[in-house]
């Protein structure tokens, strides 16, 4: 801006000097045609008044008579006079001697007076060593030309005057630039700085600083024009807040939704993702944006339907099994996007993860096939002996009362299987109030130890308590932690064979309790342990009916745990035995 500013001052400065120079030349050329034009009359007036004083016969005729009319006319010397006869010889001449000067017929002016005319000429002077103007005028005798004479005057004084004009008129420039340049370069910078001002604010602008403000209160044009550069600025600033909120919304909606975004162009690339499908696809945002779908998704399903909404433009939902970088289930929305000018620029794609949904409605529709198994057997076995008692049966005491033995254990069993689904259906739902006291673990466990005592009694089983050692205790609901301890008890009892050994062990470890119960059973294969906390879920189901299990034990045991904040893992060798361990916070 600072060239832009000089370029302006040598530009206002040029005109300046280009016209004070024009209107010099012409004031010099008016003032010297005016000193020429005056000197010229007055040379012509001169020259009138010899020729009619000398035009006599007896004064022309008769040198010295000439010579005495000429200086009685023009006595002064101002003006050089020279008297020519027609043939050019110098009768007279009141700045020499006319006996010593050369022929003047070849002079210009006096061959114009001549022929009758008015002659004027210009020209250096050989005589007088100068410049000189020359006026000659006829001088007539009885209506013929006889001779002429001639006027001259110096043009020294005239040349010096007009030089002195032009001294002036360079001194007058000089000085004008001077103030001019002062003023300008004032004027310049009060034009200039505004539009510097302007300048910085744009260029500000078009760095994204939207803060800047024209600082400028004149009320010209230069002030209306930064009054609408700020309003620019303060709009867009605020535009780019609202669209940066919105960016933030947005990024912050998708960044967090549990749903999977993808924004496909119109030439089938993925052009945004959020975090979910990274997720859902196994692979980074920037390793996915950029890529055909067909790459990034690795589905075919998944790709079809993304061309079927690109092809068509029309929204709709559908289920896709992907399997990469693990199997899911996805219920997928497709949408085309829509431009402001209606047109379709590609595709938005939902994918929401139904995985768990479909997992839990297989183990729903599994759980009510299981109930409704387990609630068949023992019904069937009430519904059975009770019509065989009443078709005759009880006439025979024994048989009777066998029958009856059987009602009643089925019912018992019955009772209990709709107990532990009550007892699970309460846990699970979180409806349970814990009541948080200290408990002793040790006292627990052995009362939990005598309530299984009659059962592995009945078996020879040997039930081994923790070693007597250091007190634990821990801050915990009772009877969710009994029920866990009974839980594993009676699983322990029912999968161990007759003469074997429970062993319970109880330690502090940090922060938490270990508890283990570890039995020398029949052990579970590798390929069950993952399932066994699933509801009616058998390893050995002929034994487990035999045993009168529920099948619900371990699952309520696993949702227990959980609702403790703690953790339960299995160890098992077929054959060899199991070890059910649980991990509990000491507070």
Known sequence: ?????????????????LVLLL?????????????????????????????????????????????????????????????????????????????????????????????????ISRRYSETLRHDMMYVAVPIALDGQIVGAVRSAMSMKDITNTIHNMWYSLLTGLLVTLVVGSIVVSRI????????????????NITQRQYESRVRIKAKDEIGQLAGAINFMASSLEQQMYEISENQQRL???????????????????????????EKLLGMAGNEIVGKLHIEAGKSFGLSHYIDRCLDKGEKFREEVHIYYPQERVLDVNFAPYINYRGEARGVVVVLHDITDIRRLEKMRSDFVANVSHELRTPITSIKGFTETLLEGAMQDEETCRNFLQIISDESERLYRMIR???????????????????????????????????????????????????????????????????????????????????????????????????????????KDIPRIFERFYRVDKARSRDSGGTGLGLAIVKHLVDNLHGHISVESEEGQGTTFTVILPLH
């Open 188 to 203: 310049s910078f009060s034009i200039i700085r505004p539009i510097e001002e302007i300048t910085r604010v744009a260029r």
């Open 420 to 526: 532990d689904i009550l007892d699970l259906s309460r846990i699970e739902q979180k409806r349970i109030p814990l009541q948080m006291s200290q408990v002793h673990v040790q006292e627990l466990i052995a009362s939990a130890a005598a309530i299984m005592h009659d059962q592995a009694q009945r078996k020879q089983l040997t039930i081994e308590l923790p070693i007597a050692g250091e007190d634990i205790w821990l801050m915990t609901d009772r009877d969710c932690l009994q029920q866990i301890v009974l839980n594993l008890l009676s699983n322990a009892v029912a999968y161990t064979p007759e003469g074997g050994t429970i062993a319970i062990h109880a330690a502090k470890e940090g922060k938490n309790v270990r508890l283990q119960v570890a039995d020398t059973g029949i052990g579970i294969p590798g």
């Open 1 to 17: 801006m600072t060239r832009f500013r000089i370029k302006l001052t040598l530009t206002i400065l040029g005109l300046i000097s």
């Open 23 to 119: 209107l010099g030349l012409y004031f010099a050329k008016v003032l010297e045609n005016s000193y020429l034009q005056s000197l010229q009359e007055l040379l012509l007036r001169e020259s009138r008044l010899i020729a009619q004083a000398v035009r006599f016969p007896e004064v022309f005729s008769d040198k010295q008579v000439l010579e005495e009319r000429v200086l009685q006319v023009a006595p002064a010397n101002d003006v050089r006079l020279t008297l020519i006869d027609q043939a050019g010889t110098v009768l007279f001449d009141n700045s020499t001697y006319a006996n010593g000067m050369e022929n003047h017929h070849d002079r210009p002016e006096f061959i114009a007076a001549l022929r009758g005319e008015t002659g």
């Open 251 to 277: 990024s912050g909606v998708l960044t967090n939704m549990t749903s999977g975004v993808i924004f496909i162009s119109e030439q089938r690339r993925i052009m945004l993702v959020n975090p979910a499908v």
